[in-house]
DNA sequence: CTGAAAGCGCTTACAG
DNA sequence: CTGAAAGCGCTTACAG
């Protein structure tokens, strides 16, 4: 086995802007208005520095670029997540993907971050010239992120959205829509009786947007076809939990012929409960969940009917959305709901 | 609603070296040396300086900083695909974060390339200074990306690995410990009839490592039990192509009594065709998934036996691996195999 | 212990 | 149409 020799640093690295001038003969300024399609210049000697562009593999340095023009060119993804290591079990793929799309078509850099932020860190982000704009995930009723960096002035976009909207941009999920027509598509099949499996508590408690929305547009819900309430607060992310709510649920109302849950996996524990207990899905109870679709709802038997986002879309949009705020593209602040989807699969029937 | 004035840029990103400098009564390179921790500095200077830097919340420009050392302190992770959408049904998320989590240990910056790639865009991360380092995923025996790379001596690391390994450093799932592991543990459980649903034909024949270790490994595990050949190659990511390749397997091998997949998706498939012709799962046939956990095995009912690798574990080291390269820390190739963890859960029994 | 000088690679007025 | 000069914000030898 032949031992090569590793250097550090690559040698093509060191074509410079100067060293193309040397080649073609011209100035630095000279490549540099080519460089970026400036002003007139003569077409034999634009013929010559290509030329030399390319016989040397020159391309410009990026941050050396980003240094003289100012911005940064990069954004940020932020989720606030004590241990990153679970972030799989909140957020989708697709945020990612859908983010990094959107940057790279805009020729922006992404960095995620998917930590605890403290706001001295948050600021540093700006004031060190690390980023040029934040994308805002999970954000809060009253979140210290939104008041921070309003405050300062610094560029933002909310995936969610707070309490005082005041000239804000943001995308974020109709829960209460969605709640809404989840029970215009169960009451249409006739269910009366229908139990909701939502968010955690502690998600309600400090003010996370779907804890709160789902909550509200259940209320209106009810209100809306005089039905009465029947729901449990739960562990979004573990089968387990949906399992033992909908027990919780039924032990206590077992006339119930529809479960309505907000995650895929308490969904399909709400399944196993009701099999367990020799009831049969859809035959005996319907159950949907409303949320992000993905594979998910076509893994559970029976296939889960949902109201569902595309985080892919989602995401993509934000950060279109914050490329154009930093571009001053923007007249005033865009607000955006995006009302889910109803996909229709095994899991709901009417009532018999 | 009063309109605000929204400036594109912010006042406060003013604030540079020289300020500091001028604030704290001493010049530039003092404020540098004390913000980089240089040499001796006069104790009284330096504090001088850190009050000077705390009442005007100076923090160093990033891009500046960079420019001047050299390192660009970006790193990329890349995963070709033609299509980012779908790349949710491909790749998880825990490997977005465990790379950003090694990433923002180390100090670095990752961006995530989601998209197809030209050999000419690839060199010019590295020659515009946009990235010191890639890691690159899905990685074909024979990969333009390894060959371009080595051949610019341009620092990267694989998760996975191609077939000429020589002072290449990786990371990959050994997929054929894997494959034999699954049949010791069935064959222990008594099986000898065992189906296995593969990657699909077109992943083999561009020679995309886990297709093509997994059907080495499935020939070591015949021969080592002396079992016969009895396998589909099937599409990875839909439950329908679980659900048909199982029905194809059973319609001319209906001994079997287990099948091994590669994917959640697929096993999810298989179990659902199994019950619907009134197999029981596990009491008639095992089902089994080699490939990443997370939640998808106890969405399944019965919950999924599976062998698997943590994606956020394996990114998470594999991006340690590349900054560790980058500082020169590693004296040779480093070059790991990950074997998967077993671990049984419903969908598995001993034959009756 | 500290400052004046040069330079990282580029772009943008400013003259010619 | 093109070049000389200044500067983006920082760091690193080099003198003192």
Redesign the pocket.
Known sequence: MTKKNTPSRNEN?????????KAA?????????I??D?????????QRVHEAIRTLG????T???R????ATMTLALHHPIESPHDLSSVIETSYFTGTAEAASEKEYFINFLVSQLTPEALLNMYR??QIDGIILLQVRMDDWRVNLLRENNYPFVMIGRCADLEDLSFIDLDFETAMVAAFDYLVELGHRDIGFLTYPQSWHKTGLGPAVRSLDGYQHALSKYGLRSCYREIGLNSVEEGFEGTNDLFRENPELTAIITVSHLTAAGSIKALTQHGRNVPQDCSVMAIGFGGNFASVVTPSLTTLEWSPYEVSYRATILMTEKLANELSSAQQILVPPKLIVRESTKEVT
Not at 25 to 33: A, D, E, L, N, W
Not at 58 to 61: A, F
Not at 67 to 70: K, M
Request: charged share 25%.
């Open positions: 690295r060191g074509v410079t802007i100067a060293d193309v001038a003969g011209v100035s630095i300024p000279t490549v540099s208005r460089l970026n400036k002003e007139y210049v003569a077409e034999e000697t634009r020159y391309t410009p340095h941050q050396a670029r240094l003289r023009g100012g060190s010239n």
